[in-house]
């Protein structure tokens, strides 16, 4: 099994960006984007278990990560989407399935919508129309950006307070959180990875245009698509999940039980079991035989 992630650059926009991959690379590919304030690793529990079948690729967008951040704050979602075109050009991808968690959901069904013919299938966990422009978790998710520190004073204040924000995931995914989004500077103080302030004040000053209203993609799609909710979940909300399966019928819902927003982090067995049985899916099967040709 080809377990050990491989690291690799793309440039779009003047930015160097990095992707994190496992499995063959002739193997059927599915390309994976992180949520708002991850970073490629947080798919490596995903990935080990696939890396026999397929090749799992997963990209910092811009910002994070090992990522250039943008001088000009551009993390808007058609930023974040020229990003994975540069991507899916820079590796010549055949047909792939497209997964996507959170910020990274919505830019995987905007990407869909406007590139199916790259697409074998779309898994979204936890994401969906109007999930970023109101309710609980939007709510929550500003809370947490405004009350962001800056730098801590080591590892073990860092450490702390991703526990405070997240108490619900396991200790294994908080301490990929801390290796993967903080690192130490030479006073000893732990900072931010990622472009915390950039990317907080975008969010924060969105329009609803650079929101982006997913209903049209949702109802664009044509492709098999599997919508994994948390059951515990603040974000996508059991109402919206129920909408769009109801508004178009090639998506399918599976609720992860014992998971929040964060739903691979919170139930890894649930996850990994839903998106294994979409991927041995008898509509996939000419693309999963098919491989990197």
Do not use: C
């Amino acid at each position: 099994m080809a377990t050990h992630a491989r690291e690799g650059w793309i440039h779009s926009d003047g930015l160097r960006l990095r992707y994190v991959e496992w499995g063959p690379t002739d193997a059927p590919a599915v390309v994976a984007l992180h949520g708002l304030r991850s970073f490629a690793y947080t798919w490596e529990p995903v990935a080990l278990p696939l890396a026999d079948r397929f090749r799992i690729i997963a990209l910092d967008q811009r910002g994070r990560g090992e990522s250039d951040w943008d001088p000009e704050r551009r993390y808007y979602t058609a930023d974040y989407v020229r990003d994975l075109e540069a991507l899916v050009d820079r590796l010549s991808l055949p047909r792939f399935v497209l997964l996507g968690h959170s910020m990274g959901g919505s830019n995987a069904l905007v990407y869909a919508g406007s590139h199916a013919e790259h697409l074998a299938g779309l898994v979204i966990e936890d994401m969906g129309p109007g999930a970023s422009a109101g309710g609980a978790g939007a709510q929550r998710i500003r809370r947490e950006l405004l009350a962001t520190p800056s730098r801590f004073a080591g590892w073990d204040e860092a450490a702390g307070f991703w526990r405070s924000q997240r108490p619900n995931v396991t200790d294994a995914a908080i301490a990929a959180r801390v290796r993967h989004s903080m690192k130490q500077v030479r006073d000893g103080s732990v900072v931010w990875r990622h472009d915390a302030e950039g990317i907080a004040a975008s969010r924060l000053a969105a329009t609803p245009q650079q929101l982006v209203d997913l209903w049209p993609h949702v109802l664009s799609l044509r492709i098999p698509t599997l919508l994994l909710r948390g059951a515990r979940s603040d974000f996508l909300t059991a109402e919206t999940a129920s909408a769009m399966v109801q508004r178009n019928p090639v998506i399918r819902r599976v609720e992860i039980p014992d998971a929040s927003h964060y739903v691979h982090d919170d139930n890894l067995p649930a996850f990994e079991a839903a998106l294994q049985a979409y991927l041995s899916d008898p509509a996939l099967a000419a693309w999963a035989k098919g491989g990197a040709r």
